[in-house]
């Protein structure tokens, strides 16, 4: 064990909806907790422009904006938040261990809430020409594509929501589906179908992404006829789902064949006192509201694992 090994009651990992409501219940349990970023503070939320759907917001709330409110009531009650990546992690003994960029934390309890990165198509071109016309967040990367055309790859609730936030932008957005019904929720199937920057494209593959310096055309399949075509667009957004980012814990904890971590109704993993929230453990739903409220279930088991076990061990 390192001498500079930071020792907390309650390590977080992960500071999404999840992470940080879990944090502002550890804190206002007096856990002092601290909370490892990873990459993307904030969470996948902090990628949304506009968040309609959590309640408290009538006029919906920005992504950043609710990751930052989210951060700040967390900090109020104590929580530690640290910009700093976790590598690895040993469950063989406890505290439990975790190694990260800035060094070591030994925890008595961790939640685990490092959520899910969108899914690529795994086509030719696609990754040589990411950040050249090829995206997977609207927000991020929308404002590039003033007054160019613009494809968006999928068929559910990101796809639509975020084809509708690129109309700012774009001059045209063209939505191509691999079939002909939408996993989107009716009210955003309906603002799509009505807004007049927008076309669909459906029945129908991206197979290649074309261009040298930057995206220049994308190759399409449709999928019924099996003919070929050329699309000359500036700009493609994929999103097409997620997969949870879990590889750390692999062959550690029980997960699905999916990746995701198994968590019981109490936020418990297979491991005593290592409890899981938000995407990384949710296939069903992947909400905001969702992963805030898992993240505060486990806060809210960890207090209890924790005191269970320091009234195991004081004196009768
Ligand atoms: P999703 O619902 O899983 O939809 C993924 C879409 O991509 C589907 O239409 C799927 O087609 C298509 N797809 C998957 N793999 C593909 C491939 N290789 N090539 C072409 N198309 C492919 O994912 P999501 O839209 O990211 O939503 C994830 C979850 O977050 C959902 O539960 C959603 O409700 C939620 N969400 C909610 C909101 C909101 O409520 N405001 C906003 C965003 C996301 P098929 O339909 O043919 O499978």
């Given at each position: 064990?390192?001498?500079?090994?930071?020792?907390?009651?309650?390590?977080?990992?992960?500071?999404?909806?999840?992470?940080?409501?879990?944090?502002?219940?550890?804190?206002?349990?007096e856990?002092?907790?601290?909370?490892?970023?990873?990459?993307?503070?904030?969470?996948?939320?902090?990628?949304?422009?506009?968040?309609?759907?959590?309640?408290?917001?009538?006029?919906?709330?920005?992504?950043?904006?609710?990751?930052?409110?989210?951060?700040?009531?967390?900090?109020?009650?104590?929580?530690?938040?640290?910009?700093?990546?976790?590598?690895?992690v040993?469950?063989s003994?406890?505290?439990?261990?975790?190694?990260?960029?800035?060094?070591?934390?030994?925890?008595?309890?961790?939640?685990?809430?490092?959520?899910?990165?969108?899914?690529?198509?795994?086509?030719?071109?696609?990754?040589?020409?990411?950040?050249?016309?090829?995206?997977?967040?609207a927000?991020?990367?929308?404002?590039?594509?003033?007054?160019k055309?613009?494809?968006?790859?999928?068929?559910?609730?990101?796809?639509?929501e975020?084809?509708?936030?690129?109309?700012?932008?774009?001059?045209?957005?063209?939505?191509?589906?691999?079939?002909?019904?939408?996993?989107?929720?009716?009210?955003?199937?309906k603002?799509?179908?009505?807004?007049?920057?927008?076309n669909?494209?459906?029945?129908?593959?991206?197979?290649?992404?074309?261009?040298?310096?930057?995206?220049?055309?994308?190759?399409?399949?449709?999928?019924?006829?099996?003919?070929?075509?050329?699309?000359?667009?500036?700009?493609?957004?994929?999103?097409?789902?997620?997969?949870?980012?879990?590889?750390?814990?692999?062959?550690?904890?029980?997960?699905?064949?999916?990746?995701?971590?198994?968590?019981?109704?109490?936020?418990?993993?297979?491991?005593?006192?290592?409890?899981?929230?938000?995407?990384?453990?949710?296939?069903?739903?992947?909400?905001?509201?969702?992963?805030?409220?898992?993240?505060?279930?486990?806060?809210?088991?960890?207090?209890?694992?924790?005191?269970?076990?320091?009234?195991?061990?004081?004196?009768?």
């Amino acid at each position: 064990m390192s001498d500079s090994a930071k020792h907390v009651k309650v390590l977080i990992l992960g500071a999404g909806p999840a992470g940080l409501s879990a944090a502002l219940y550890a804190a206002r349990a007096e856990l002092e907790p601290i909370v490892l970023t990873g990459m993307q503070l904030g969470g996948q939320a902090a990628l949304t422009h506009t968040i309609e759907n959590y309640p408290g917001f009538p006029e919906g709330v920005g992504g950043i904006q609710l990751g930052e409110l989210f951060q700040k009531q967390a900090e109020r009650f104590g929580a530690k938040v640290e910009f700093d990546l976790a590598q690895a992690v040993d469950f063989s003994q406890r505290p439990y261990k975790v190694t990260a960029d800035s060094g070591e934390y030994l925890a008595d309890s961790l939640i685990l809430a490092t959520g899910a990165n969108p899914l690529h198509l795994e086509i030719p071109g696609e990754e040589e020409l990411t950040g050249r016309g090829v995206s997977y967040c609207a927000t991020c990367d929308g404002w590039f594509f003033k007054d160019k055309k613009v494809v968006i790859v999928g068929g559910g609730d990101s796809a639509f929501e975020e084809a509708l936030f690129i109309t700012r932008y774009a001059s045209s957005v063209t939505l191509i589906h691999r079939r002909e019904e939408f996993r989107a929720s009716v009210l955003l199937q309906k603002r799509a179908k009505e807004h007049p920057k927008m076309n669909f494209i459906l029945n129908t593959v991206v197979t290649e992404v074309v261009g040298k310096e930057k995206l220049e055309a994308l190759k399409l399949k449709d999928v019924k006829t099996g003919a070929e075509s050329t699309f000359e667009t500036d700009g493609l957004f994929i999103f097409i789902g997620h997969a949870p980012n879990s590889q750390m814990f692999k062959s550690k904890l029980e997960m699905s064949e999916l990746g995701y971590v198994k968590v019981n109704d109490k936020m418990e993993t297979s491991v005593p006192g290592v409890f899981a929230a938000g995407e990384i453990a949710d296939p069903t739903f992947r909400q905001v509201v969702t992963s805030a409220g898992m993240g505060a279930a486990a806060a809210i088991q960890a207090t209890r694992f924790l005191e269970a076990e320091e009234s195991a061990h004081s004196p009768a």
